[in-house]
């Protein structure tokens, strides 16, 4: 099922999707089994997934459409991890921000998103563990590995700290 749905980029923050008289687009949906996220692929996104509020304040994702059909395995990794970033309240406390600091949010929320970014990433793996896709988890890894001593994003851990960490997270029982 397609949805109408607008969707605007925001001063770097990503994209904000909500209905819209004056604009519509038709943004094809994912099943996503990790959580009840209303989750959208779309062929050019800036990440390969993000997390945000649409623009009345109900959870979205975005996952990269080409990610999702060349890597199948690492899509659902993404997809779980930014579930995280919704139950873990990363997206709410990011928005719920924006009303207050002015016209630079970002500057004021970077200092957590390293932390933020390990600790849905851990959050991630629990829930592929509980649905034995260790796959999904190697995938993670890999792909995290693949960027060495680079970040993986502005004010984002490097590969190597998410790979260490998704290897601590799956160590745990």
């Known amino acids: 099922m397609r ?14 999707c909500g209905s819209s008289q004056a604009g519509k687009m ?9 959580c009840d996220v209303t989750t959208y692929t ?8 993000m997390s945000m509020l649409d623009s009345n304040g109900k959870p979205v994702i975005v996952v ?3 990610t999702l059909a060349d890597q199948p395995s690492y899509g659902r990794f993404l997809m779980a991890h930014e579930c995280c970033h919704h139950t ?9 921000g924006l009303g207050h600091v002015g016209p ?18 851990c959050c991630a793996v629990r829930m592929l563990k509980t649905k034995h896709e260790a796959d ?9 590995v693949a960027f060495g001593a680079e970040p993986t994003g502005a004010y984002y851990p490097t590969g190597t700290e998410r ?3 998704i290897d601590k997270c799956e160590a745990q029982d």
């Open 88 to 96: 873990l309240g990363h997206v709410r406390r990011y928005h719920d």
């Open 136 to 144: 999904s988890i190697v995938s993670a890894r890999e792909a995290m």
């Open 64 to 66: 990269s459409a080409m």
């Open 163 to 165: 790979a260490d960490n």
């Open 3 to 16: 949805l109408p749905i607008f969707v605007a980029a925001i001063a770097g923050l990503g994209l904000f």
């Open 42 to 49: 779309l062929r050019e996104v800036p990440e390969q997934a």
């Open 26 to 34: 038709w943004l094809p949906k994912a099943d996503n089994p990790y």
């Open 104 to 121: 630079q949010p970002f500057f004021y929320i970077a200092p957590a998103l390293k932390q933020m970014e390990l600790d849905a990433d």
